[in-house]
């Protein structure tokens, strides 16, 4: 008897623990769009909710969304529409690298070239969702895990060890933080 009610008692907590988690989502994704609705309009609040569905989906843990988000307000210019963005749903300036692992998410060549690269191209993918995938591949892989940043200044770091970027340390600190902190002001 003991057991069964023991048994009953962990599945109610792990489904109450499972809305919870639901609703913190929701939560954020509303706190999000308000905050970019009324700081930069409804354009690029409606494009931050898409990048947010598309990581939520695509399976970014809760703990690393407002880094992430972060990073991808930087990337795209507070979802100003860049050509990457809008033309082949690269929202954080992920470059074309052919492996098997990129395949799988979908990613193909885009015609996109860097500017600071020439010869390197963006990566192309269906989907904001194929998009997030590959960008949580890129963060949870090398021995830094950017995934595992607790802070801004530690996720930019991260990401410049694993060579993510090629802007400074210093700039890309101050701009991720730039908008981390913006979220978090925010209620994110």
């Known amino acids: 008897?003991?057991?069964t009610r023991n048994i009953i008692f962990a599945v109610v907590l792990v489904t109450l623990l499972l809305i919870s988690t639901d609703?913190?989502?929701?939560?954020?994704?509303?706190?999000?769009f308000d905050a970019l609705l009324k700081k930069y309009g409804a354009i690029k609040a409606s494009k931050a909710n898409t990048v947010y569905d598309a990581m939520v989906?695509?399976?970014?843990?809760?703990?690393?969304?407002?880094?992430?988000?972060?990073?991808?307000?930087?990337?795209?210019?507070?979802f100003s529409g860049s050509q990457r963005a809008t033309s082949v749903n690269n929202y954080s300036g992920i470059t074309y690298s052919g492996t098997k692992e990129q395949l799988a998410t979908g990613a193909k060549?885009?015609?996109i070239e860097l500017p600071e690269a020439k010869g390197t191209f963006y990566a192309s993918y269906p989907s904001a969702v194929n998009?997030?995938?590959?960008?949580?591949?890129?963060?949870?892989?090398?021995?830094?895990?950017?995934?595992q940043a607790t802070n801004p200044a530690d996720f930019a770091f991260r990401l410049k060890m694993n060579k993510y970027y090629t802007d400074?340390?210093?700039?890309?600190t101050k701009n991720i933080t730039f908008y981390y902190n913006f979220l978090k002001k925010s209620g994110i």
């Open 109 to 111: 060549k885009s015609n």
């Open 1 to 3: 008897m003991n057991t």
């Open 23 to 32: 609703l913190n989502k929701d939560e954020k994704k509303k706190m999000l």
């Open 57 to 78: 989906k695509a399976g970014l843990p809760i703990n690393i969304l407002t880094l992430a988000v972060a990073q991808v307000m930087h990337e795209t210019g507070v």
């Open 131 to 147: 998009w997030a995938k590959d960008y949580i591949r890129i963060i949870s892989r090398g021995t830094n895990k950017p995934i």
């Open 168 to 172: 400074s340390l210093e700039n890309y």
